[in-house]
């Protein structure tokens, strides 16, 4: 069974500080879902159990791994709020390489799972030439090729239609009923089942 565990995380930002004292456990097919109004930390919350950002002190592991491990670092997909899209590549291509810098992937899954995201017939559109809801689906499409067992989804459904919500819903609900862990923040609600929620 795969376990995340915070334990008195702090994190401050300049002269302010977001959140203290913050601990809590994520277990095998757990989905946490990360609220609070804006400037509470949310983010700052998910890029340091990403490793992007160091906390002022506190202690992050994944299966007893350190955050700053290679072993950490393999078993987590971090979705970041803003779009990491080069304008100049096709959909195809840029997701080639987000999830490259993880492992190698054949062209055809990758073309699958452009398809399933529900962006049929884009794979050679320039980005450029995407809207703001269809450039979110390229990104999340890294959800159907991704074998981490922890996701850190920074407001997933932003820019989404509500057909959009569906498939990202249903993908975060499969994820944990095989055993995956989820944590996400929004500012929306979810119909998810057997999601705990966490205010900061």
């Known amino acids: 069974m795969s376990k995340l565990i915070v334990k008195d995380l702090c994190c401050q930002r300049g002269y302010?500080?977001?959140?203290?004292?913050?601990?809590?456990?994520?277990?095998?097919?757990?989905?946490?879902?990360?609220?609070?109004?804006?400037?509470?930390?949310?983010?700052?919350?998910?890029?340091?159990?990403?490793?992007?950002?160091?906390?002022?002190?506190?202690?992050?592991?994944?299966?007893?791994?350190?955050?700053?491990?290679?072993?950490?670092?393999?078993?987590?997909?971090?979705?970041?709020?803003?779009?990491?899209?080069?304008?100049?590549?096709?959909?195809?291509?840029?997701?080639?390489?987000?999830?490259?810098?993880?492992?190698?992937?054949?062209?055809?899954?990758?073309?699958?799972?452009?398809?399933?995201?529900?962006?049929n017939g884009y794979k050679d559109e320039y980005c450029s030439k995407l809207s703001a809801g269809q450039k979110r689906r390229v990104i999340l499409a890294g959800l159907f090729l991704s074998k981490a067992k922890l996701w850190l989804l920074d407001e997933p459904f932003t820019a989404l239609d509500s057909d959009g919500i569906i498939i990202i819903e249903k993908l975060i609900q499969e994820h944990s009923d095989n055993g995956g862990v989820c944590i996400f923040t929004t500012h929306q609600d979810s119909s998810l089942k057997n999601q705990e929620v966490l205010e900061l």
């Open 16 to 119: 302010n500080q977001l959140f203290s004292g913050l601990s809590f456990e994520a277990n095998s097919s757990n989905i946490l879902r990360i609220t609070g109004p804006n400037g509470s930390g949310k983010t700052s919350l998910l890029k340091i159990l990403a490793g992007l950002n160091a906390p002022e002190h506190g202690i992050v592991t994944f299966d007893e791994f350190g955050i700053n491990s290679s072993e950490y670092q393999k078993h987590i997909f971090y979705l970041g709020h803003s779009q990491a899209l080069s304008s100049e590549l096709s959909v195809l291509e840029n997701l080639e390489f987000l999830m490259c810098l993880n492992e190698n992937i054949k062209k055809q899954l990758l073309e699958n799972a452009i398809n399933k995201i529900g962006l």
